[in-house]
């Protein structure tokens, strides 16, 4: 069995009179990268604080390689490496006085370490400039490097493409698959944005109001959720004749959509082509998982 890298059970969390958390459940694996996705409101901040100790449950477990983050606090954040909401930098110091800095914090990391965090992070050549004159992905990498400088099994990042151009999206993904795939850490990746998670993640919880209402692998989620798409002239004769074989569902602009099965999506074509019927289009529908987040969670927003 795989290792358990991070588990999370029944936690909780109520502010005031609110119950913002409400009794979350998950595990992650070692080597890969777990997504947490929700909509704005939904409560991965405020859960990803309870999992870097800046903010107590209210109940609830919270284990880090088997050290419960309670009792045994220093040894459960020695596994531990994270961003929450942005990387907390120096910005007239250099790059590289901004880890030593860090790395001051930590026992027994040297230059050494900070030299290869560097290199893991791609910062070399940059290294010694100030972070001031960093672009907005650079200084993701820079907290990054930061983050990883105790050697932690578990990275936590929130939200770590907020505010990055599409190649610098782009970068941050390879490079967050690079870290769990050839390093063999566990990454935990909050995210609302859905082809973000659907592109970085192994496994996914969608968090919707304070609660986990599924967690499955990418691929998972989206089985089964073909469709075919129709475009058929005349529409109320091609409209009969799926709804006799097949679950329909008509668009306003004369689409119909039916389920996906490739045998029998042929037979169908042939019943209506047979009947008279012309079939303008035939498409295959690719599944997205905005689909299904927008089922589950019934449009949710922010509350
Ligand atoms: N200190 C606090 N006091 C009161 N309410 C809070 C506090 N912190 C968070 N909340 C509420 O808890 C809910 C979850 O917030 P949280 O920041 O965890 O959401 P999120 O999923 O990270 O959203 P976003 O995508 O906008 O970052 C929100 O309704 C928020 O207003
Ligand atoms: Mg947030």
Request: glycine letters at 10%.
């Amino acid at each position: 069995m795989e290792k358990s890298t991070l588990s999370v059970q029944n936690l909780k969390k109520i502010i005031g009179k609110k119950e913002i958390i409400k009794g979350l459940n998950f595990e992650l694996k070692e080597g890969e990268v777990f997504g947490f996705l929700g909509p704005n409101g939904a409560g991965k901040t405020t859960t990803i604080r309870m999992l870097v100790g800046l903010i107590k449950p209210t109940s609830g477990k919270i284990e880090i390689c088997g050290y419960n983050i309670e009792s045994h606090f220093y040894e459960a954040m020695r596994n531990l490496g994270c961003i929450v909401e942005n990387p907390e930098l120096y910005p007239y110091l250099s790059g590289y006085d901004n880890l030593l800095h860090f790395a001051r914090m930590l026992d027994g990391i040297g230059k050494e370490r900070i030299k290869e965090v560097t290199e893991l992070v791609g910062l070399t050549e940059r290294i010694h400039d100030k972070v001031k004159t960093y672009s907005l992905g650079m200084r993701q990498r820079l907290g990054i490097a930061q983050a990883l400088l105790g050697k932690p099994k578990v990275l936590i990042l929130d939200e770590p493409t907020n505010g990055l151009d599409p190649a610098g999206i782009r970068e941050m993904r390879q490079f967050i698959r690079f870290l769990a795939e050839k390093e063999g850490l566990s990454v935990l990746v909050s995210s609302h944005l859905l082809s973000e998670i659907q592109l970085l993640c192994d496994r996914v919880a969608i968090i919707s109001k304070g609660s986990i209402i599924r967690t499955d692998t990418v691929e998972q989620l989206l089985s089964n959720r073909e469709q075919m798409v129709w475009r058929v002239e005349p529409l109320e004769k091609g409209k009969e004749i799926l709804a006799n074989v097949t679950i329909i569902e008509v668009e306003g602009d004369g689409l119909i959509r039916t389920e996906y099965d490739k045998y029998r999506a042929a037979e169908w074509n042939k019943q209506l082509v047979d009947a008279g019927v012309h079939v303008l289009e035939m498409n295959r529908k690719f599944p997205v998982l905005e689909d299904l987040f927008l089922e589950l969670t019934g449009g949710d927003t922010i509350d």
